[in-house]
């Protein structure tokens, strides 16, 4: 049936177009479960006695879940003299009577509707967005930020100082302290440590907007320390790679 529909859509001219109204209403569907118990008799040899006996419980209430309704309705006529048909690829919708639908997927969905009259055969088509349950809040779009080993620190660092006016300064900080720890091992980590402290603070200059980013790298800090000269090195570099790629 959907390929002799699409098949028919093609054929017909953009002239054929009507006006298809979709409704989304919020819906609670009620949950109910039914147990189903065969019985059969059998001799020693496993033979089966007789028909099988079928018993049926009665229903009992499971509690409600959360769905959607759609609606379709036409300036075509009645809708139950069209066929209908209401397609998503994240989700199905399932029909109730003529025109009705229901989407039980939790989540946000793109449904395309479509319905069609065979005696003149204009058809009608309209996009909607159903959301079951909450809509999930947007999210962040990943910073274009190169992957590391410390759980992706440095696109964390991104996220963390976007919008923020001293991560120039900072990248100077950080990046000193990867070359001193590749390049000068006169200088310990202690004390590579303690002048890119120093010198942090003097760039911030109190600055509150970079206190998610000040505890974010001292919490992963902690959680990844004791590291080597070259891991902490590499720890860094994820850090200025995040400075660099904040927006």
């Known amino acids: 049936m959907m390929k002799m529909l699409l098949l028919l859509l ?14 989304v209403e919020p819906a609670t569907v009620a949950i109910k479960e039914q147990t189903i118990k065969v019985t059969q008799l059998q001799d020693k040899e496993g033979n089966p006695i ?20 759609m609606v379709l309705s036409t300036t075509e006529g009645p809708i139950d003299q069209m066929i209908t048909n209401v397609m998503s690829d994240t989700a199905v919708a399932n029909q109730l ?14 449904f395309l509707a479509q319905s069609i009259n065979f005696d003149n055969f204009k058809w009608e088509t309209k996009k909607v967005i159903v959301v079951v349950g909450k ?3 947007p999210k962040p779009p990943t910073p274009d930020v190169p992957a590391d080993e410390f759980n992706n620190l440095g ?38 440590a303690a002048d890119m402290n ?26 990844h320390w004791p590291m080597s000269r070259n891991s902490y090195a590499d720890f ?3 850090i200025v790679n995040g400075l660099k790629g904040a927006k």
Do not use: C
């Open 10 to 23: 093609s054929l017909v001219s953009s002239s054929a177009f009507a006006d298809l109204t979709v409704v």
């Open 50 to 69: 007789g028909d099988p006996i079928t018993t049926t419980s009665n229903f009992v209430d499971k509690g409600s879940a959360i769905a959607a309704t």
């Open 97 to 110: 009577s003529p025109g009705k639908y229901v989407v039980y997927e939790p989540g946000t969905h793109e």
């Open 135 to 137: 809509p999930e809040p």
């Open 155 to 192: 696109q964390r660092v991104a996220q963390w100082t976007t919008g923020l006016t001293k991560n120039e300064g900072m990248v100077g900080v950080y990046q000193m302290g990867v070359d001193r720890l590749r390049s000068d091992p006169t200088s310990t980590i202690t004390m590579i």
């Open 198 to 223: 120093t010198q942090s603070l003097l760039i911030r200059n109190g600055d509150a907007s970079y206190n998610t980013f000040v505890s974010g790298i001292n919490a992963e800090l902690t959680a």
């Open 236 to 238: 860094l570099s994820a």
